[in-house]
Each structure stands twice: as C-alpha cells, then as structure tokens.
C-alpha cells in the first residue's frame, strides 16, 4: 500500500490531502473523480490511512503504528470498502453500512466508508444515503469513487468536496514506473505511451497481459478494414463476449487509429503510441485519408461511451464495426 508521498502524478491532489491531514479540517464527504484505472482507489485508501494513523508525519501516514498496519492488511475495524453486488450497489448495502455510522469508532477516531464506483448505486441507494450526508456523524467520513459523476445524483454531488483526478502524463508516469518498479527508461516508455495515463492500465501492461489484447486489436483492425458485412458481425459477436475485454480493445483501437493519423499528417515516429509498429503504421496509414481516420476515432470513442454507460455491448459493436468496414459513407 502506497503513501500519500509516494503516489505517481496527481500532485494537486496530493498536496490538497495531506494539508488536510495536517491541518485537521476535513470534510465529511469527498468525491474522488476521474478516467477509470488512473489511482483514485489508491490515494483513497492512502487518505485514509494518514486519517487513522494515531501518529501522522505531516498530513501523511506513519507506517509504523498499530492502525496504519490494520489498514496495510484490510483488516482496520473502522474503515469499510463497499463493493458493487453484480452490476449495482443496492439500498440494503448503504442501509447497512449507515446502521454503523451513528455508533463510535471501535478505535476511538474515524469511521471512514469507502465506495469505489459510486455511479453504480441505485436511486433508492443513493437517496438512502443522502441523508446521511446531508447530517453526518462527526467522526463518520464518506469517500466515493467515480468515472463517470454526471450518473450520480445532484443533491450528492453537491454535499461533496469534489477533488479531480487527471491522467497521469506519460513521462511522469514513465519516471514513476522506473523508480518504483526498477525498469528502465526504455522499458517504461512504452506502457505510459499505451496507457492513457492510467498507472492500472500501465502495470498491466508490464505484466504482460496488454500484450495479447494490443495484438488482438491490431488484427482486429485490419480485419475491419478489408471486412464485409457478415465478416463484420461476427467480429461485433466475438469481441462481445466479454464486455470489459471489448472496452479495452476499443481503448487500443483508438491509439491504433491515432497513430495512423499521426504518421499521415507528420510521417514521425516519436509521437507513436505503437513505436514497435511503425513499419505496419507506415502501410496501414496509406489506406486512410486524414478526414476517415478522424471519423473512425470518434466513432470507436463515441461506442466505447455508450459500453460504458451501460449499453447492448454487442449491438454498439456491430454498428460501429459496419461503419468501420466501410458499410456506411459517414461515420
């Protein structure tokens, strides 16, 4: 588990947390937003650490006391990570987490609840909650998580102090993935360049699971180019079976396309997400013209919004890939 002081990139934040801690004004709520992947979990739990550290280091966790290990181990009494149950989080899991909230700490200091993906809360969820948040406890703490806060309500966005979390850029996450993980420069240039500035997309990419799926997205766009319509379906139909490996084909089609269009309009090689493929951009980029190539990168973005907002995964992907083997004149 990381400190506040080591956390790469986010330094705005950062700074505003650990005033915060060290000042000792902290809000009730807050609301953590930003691009899937790119650390808000992670400065989360490191805020609420230095929070229940018994002897923080200005505004930052010790490390070394009996509540920044019960937090290292996820076994701290008064702090609560609520999950999603399948898709949602559900009115009876706010209920009972807020059944907790008007008794004391069990360690006499805050209570702190933690919700990764508050857009997936209910509406009966939600307004369950905003009565607490509205009159909390004075030691209770609600942290929520979100990438997409226009799906939450107004009334909760409103009695929370909103702090935004941008991606991370690529040669800050490059230094920190170098420093911390004992790669090369050479090594981390890459997974920043691919990641979009999300340091979980960027260690997954390290560990070598992007590997296969940037590979499968560079088949998949050649595909698409020389595709007809049946061909196209049934690509729509085996990348939909799996809706979060869809996402994050989408996410590498669009660097694929990017890089085309960068290679047409400057013929350089130094702003490639996909420097190891240049000598397949440099042909590919020959089929395209700079207008197509900006329509497919909008319309690979504009499917992906819609997967994420909930929508049919294999029918967003069969009209964008009929619009990308060329079935329609405009994208």
Not at 90 to 104: G, H, N, S, T, V
Not at 122 to 148: H, M, Q, V, W, Y
């Amino acid at each position: 588990m990381r400190f506040l002081r080591e956390i790469i990139g986010h330094r705005p934040v950062i700074r505003t947390l650990l005033n915060t801690v060290a000042s000792g004004r902290v809000a009730h709520a807050y609301l953590f937003t930003g691009p899937e992947g790119v650390g808000k979990e992670t400065v989360a739990l490191a805020f609420a650490r230095a929070l229940l550290c018994s002897r923080p280091v200005d505004g930052d966790a010790c490390g070394l006391c009996r509540e920044c290990r019960q937090v290292e181990h996820h076994n701290h009494p008064d702090l609560c990570v609520l999950q999603p149950d399948g898709n949602t989080i559900k009115i009876e899991q706010i209920r009972a987490i807020l059944r907790r909230a008007p008794y004391r700490s069990y360690q006499g200091g805050r209570k702190i609840f933690l919700i990764p993906g508050a857009e997936a809360m209910t509406a009966e969820a939600a307004n369950c909650l905003l009565k607490t948040l509205e009159e909390p406890p004075g030691d209770t703490l609600f942290i929520l998580l979100s990438a997409r806060p226009h799906a939450l309500l107004p009334t909760v966005l409103s009695r929370c102090q909103r702090c935004t979390f941008q991606a991370i850029p690529a040669p800050e996450l490059a230094a920190g993935l170098a420093a911390l993980y004992g790669l090369t420069e050479e090594e981390a240039h890459l997974p920043a360049l691919l990641s979009g500035g999300s340091m979980g997309k960027a260690l997954a990419c390290i560990s070598g699971s992007t590997g296969d799926t940037r590979a499968e997205a560079g088949r998949l766009a050649l595909s698409l180019g020389r595709a007809g319509p049946l061909e196209a379906l049934e690509l729509a139909e085996k990348t939909a079976e799996s809706r979060d490996r869809a996402l994050c084909l989408l996410e590498i089609l669009i660097c694929w396309y990017r890089d085309l269009l960068i290679w047409l309009e400057s013929g350089e090689t130094g702003f490639l997400y996909n420097p190891d493929q240049s000598e397949e951009i440099r042909r590919e980029a020959g089929c395209y013209d700079a207008r197509r190539l900006v329509e497919i990168i909008e319309a690979i973005g504009a499917a992906k919004n819609k997967i994420e907002a909930n929508a049919n995964t294999r029918l967003a992907l069969e009209a964008l890939f009929l619009r990308l083997a060329g079935l329609v004149a405009t994208v």
